[in-house]
């Protein structure tokens, strides 16, 4: 199921804008982990993503296909997987900045291939320190997935 269509930055940017101030979002995270992640003294902010897609190009592609008869690491793949998944990181960590946040827990990373194109798609929950979170939580015994 696709989400809303995101015509514009700005668009991404009112997005992130209005979840600094406490709206809703989603989150990977279950029950016990956001308890957990509360009991430690933070508070989820929000889902980040960050996401890439390389191609290898039809040169690249032709002259590894070609060193691919041979064995050995196919060093071109193997730096663009590195690149690629850098990028797809760095993206994530720029989304929990913008929303104001310490640190990222969850994070998944998903590589999918399609024919030369590789996309890494990296997803994760935002969290911020709040001294408060703990307090409020430690009363908490076990969370029951609703």
Request: hydrophobic fraction near 40%.
């Amino acid at each position: 199921m696709a989400g809303p269509k995101v015509s514009d930055l700005r668009d991404v940017e009112r997005e992130i804008e209005s979840n600094r101030h406490g709206g809703p979002f989603t989150s990977d995270l279950t029950g016990q982990e956001f308890w957990l992640v509360m009991d430690r003294g933070y508070v989820p902010v929000g889902f980040v993503l960050g996401n890439s897609v390389f191609s290898m190009g039809v040169s690249g592609g032709i002259a590894t296909a070609l060193r691919g008869l041979a064995r050995g690491e196919l060093k071109e793949y193997t730096q663009l997987m590195y690149d690629a998944r850098e990028l797809a990181l760095a993206r994530m960590k720029r989304e929990a900045e913008n929303l104001g946040a310490d640190g990222i827990v969850g994070v998944n990373l998903e590589i999918s291939h399609h024919g030369d194109i590789m996309e890494v798609t990296a997803t994760g929950t935002a969290v911020r320190k709040d001294p408060e979170a703990a307090k409020s939580g430690s009363a908490a015994q076990v969370v029951l997935p609703v």
